[in-house]
């Protein structure tokens, strides 16, 4: 009696091959459906915010995660000075800035004059470029 249960239930076994299949078939299709739906579309997004926070550079209007918007004033490796209004700034790590408002152009280095020659050798610099880059950081500030 219990040997020919147990040949029945072997000889079940060999053709529930296909159940089998059947029956994982649903899970891995939740699992495509997951990927498609949810996780590339994060690993995207996270991918265009990194590239963001690597072009960041000073002049940018910002955004952080907490909703303070202000101006990128120096950039380091991990941290931003951000002027949140004249004269205040505060430091931000780069990663808590959520959103760019505008950007700016890159800063043009400007060429000085080589400067004159006196007799005895010595470079002086012309004062009106000094001057100049006076004025004009102002006006970026």
Do not use: C, N, W
């Not at 029945?8 to 939740?30: S, T």
């Amino acid at each position: 009696m219990f040997i020919s249960t147990a040949f029945a239930q072997e000889a079940g076994a060999a053709d529930g091959g296909g159940g089998l299949l059947i029956q994982i078939l649903p899970l891995v299709l939740i699992f495509v459906v997951f990927y498609l739906l949810l996780i590339r579309p994060q690993q995207k997004r996270m991918k265009t915010h990194r590239e963001m926070l690597g072009a960041l550079r000073r002049g940018d209007r910002v955004v952080t995660g907490g909703g303070i918007v202000g101006t990128v004033t120096k950039t380091g490796d991990d941290e931003l000075t951000v002027e949140i209004a004249e004269g205040v700034r505060v430091r931000v790590l780069r990663s808590t800035v959520s959103t760019v408002l505008s950007k700016t152009e890159p800063v043009r280095e400007r060429k000085r004059p080589a400067g004159r020659r006196g007799s005895s050798g010595e470079v002086s610099l012309d004062k009106t470029s000094d001057a100049d880059d006076g004025a004009e950081e102002g006006a970026q500030r």
